[in-house]
């Protein structure tokens, strides 16, 4: 009887005791839908960018958490939701297809292929959303990525790994600069991933047909959240593209990645934060508008061998209203970035370009990402070209200069005509240093404004043709020695009397 009874306790301490049940799915239900956005009840543990799944088979990201309910916004607004609808956590955050196989393609926001090229199989998957590198992973920059405009590659040069931002008002030349950079990347080992943010779905079909007609689509990838699409999708869009860029920096390899723009994507977001009723701010963003691209921007850099020895540059774009630098967009990206392009109306609409403002234009990496050829002939010539900027106002007033300031205006006319460049037309470095040492060496002084620019290159193609030695001793040691210099020279002057007689 006593053993019995002994059974009996045991069996009800053995019931009473909590088992650990193999899985509780967690459930929710949806209380209110409008505007793609879903409040949910009951996902007490979900955590925010966590993937969740209704029951018609919609997913939505989890964007908002308040005390009672999470906020979902739909990944896909053609799908309808009802309310108590079920709602099922997953465990996961979204995830992107990253890869080799992802060149030459051209996909949505989330990854999926949209140039009816067939579907990605087999792919790698990475969160969109990752912590920077810290900085025992990171090594100083001290590669030049060459953009092959002369006047960024001499004045404002940018490194692998580099943030630079480009700023300017409608239509003054920002996205030919970043195709021309694309464009320039051939035979680079460079991978450039181009983000296109809400933009017209024509103009980024331009874009890629110019791409695929130069040969670019070989070594590139778009990334495209066009205007017709969600706000969620061109928010999610640049990290998406940095993901993608990632992946390549992590196996050693060089990335460039373009957001085009990030204007867009701040209003993107802030339609967002206002349909989730968060409190607004200035100009009406969210408190965290700063974080979204800060947290995008910090990803670039260039990483120790250990870390995977690769780069990853960015090169954000933010539009401008009135040439007004000091909105809050734009302030908020010149304090993230390790310097900025600014390009001014002004200038564009007097017929230079790229229509760079030198003088508030700025690298702060500057020399250590140029190369040291043009590193030795670019020195003085931002000082000569703000000493011309200033003298042209007195020019201006039809007041008298002396010779010395008749001088520097001529030496900076010369200059800027030397900078000027045609769209898609660009130039190596070893081009670029035997331009620049022209003008430092005063052969371009006595020619008409209109011929410096035909000289220059005429010279720099007539030196690979019959100074190979020379040229090619520049490429492969991107050093301009004495020697060089003395050759270089040596056939200005053969090229002179050459020019002179054709004229």
Do not use: W
Not at 96 to 101: D, N
Not at 414 to 425: D, G, N, S, T
């Amino acid at each position: 009887m006593i053993e019995k009874e002994t059974d009996i306790i045991s069996l009800l301490e053995k019931t009473l005791q909590p088992h650990e049940h193999e899985s509780f799915e967690e459930v929710g239900v949806v209380i209110k839908i409008g505007d793609g956005i879903c409040k949910v009840y009951g996902l007490n543990n979900a955590i925010f960018g966590e993937i969740v799944a209704f029951e018609s088979g919609t997913r939505g990201i989890i964007l908002d958490l308040d005390e009672d309910f999470v906020s979902v916004i739909l990944l896909d607004a053609q799908t309808s939701v009802i309310e108590q609808e079920v709602v099922r956590r997953t465990g996961k955050v979204l995830k992107v297809p990253v890869g080799e196989k992802l060149i030459g393609r051209v996909v949505n926001a989330v990854g999926k292929p949209v140039d009816q090229l067939g579907q990605l199989a087999d792919m790698v998957m990475e969160p969109i959303e990752r912590v920077a590198p810290g900085i025992t992973e990171r090594t100083p920059i001290h590669e030049s990525l060459e953009t092959g405009i002369t006047a960024i590659d001499a004045l404002i040069p940018i490194g692998k790994g580099q943030r630079e931002l480009l700023i300017g008002n409608r239509s003054t030349g920002k996205t030919t600069i970043v195709l021309d950079t694309i464009l320039h990347q051939k035979d680079k080992n460079v991978i450039c991933i181009y983000v296109a943010i809400g933009h017209k779905q024509a103009h980024t079909a331009r874009m890629i047909q110019e791409l695929e007609q130069r040969g670019a689509m070989a070594y590139t990838i778009v990334v495209d959240a066009d205007a017709n699409e969600t706000a969620l999708n061109q928010f999610l869009s640049p990290y998406t593209g940095c993901t993608i860029g990632e992946f390549f920096m992590r196996r050693g390899q060089d990335a460039l990645v373009i957001y085009d723009d990030l204007s867009n994507h701040a209003i993107a977001y802030r339609e967002l934060s206002l349909l989730l009723r968060r409190p607004p701010g200035r100009e009406a963003y969210p408190g965290d508008i700063f974080y979204i691209h800060s947290r995008l921007l910090e990803r670039a850099g260039k990483i120790l061998p250990t870390a995977g020895g690769g780069s990853l540059t960015a090169l954000p774009i933010v539009q401008t209203q009135g040439d007004d630098i000091s909105a809050y967009i734009p302030t908020n990206l010149i304090s993230i970035t390790d310097g900025q392009i600014v390009l001014d109306t002004q200038l564009f609409n007097a017929g230079i370009r790229p229509a760079i403002n030198i003088g508030l234009s700025v690298s702060r990496v500057s020399g250590a990402a140029q190369t040291k050829a043009i590193k030795k002939v670019s020195g003085s010539l931002k000082l000569e070209l703000a000493q011309y900027n200033e003298l042209l106002a007195f020019e201006q007033f039809g007041s008298e200069l002396d010779k010395v300031s008749q001088r520097a205006i001529d030496r900076g006319k010369r200059a800027i005509e030397l900078l000027k460049q045609p769209e898609h037309e660009t130039y190596s470095f070893v081009d670029q240093t035997i331009f620049l040492l022209l003008l430092k060496e005063n052969f371009l002084d006595k020619l008409a404004l209109v011929d410096v620019k035909p000289f220059a290159i005429q010279c720099a193609s007539y030196i690979k043709g019959a100074y190979t030695d020379t040229y090619q001793s520049i490429l492969t040691t991107m050093q301009l020695s004495d020697q060089n210099m003395t050759d270089i020279l040596k056939a200005a002057k053969e090229f002179s009397l050459i020019f002179m007689h054709s004229r």
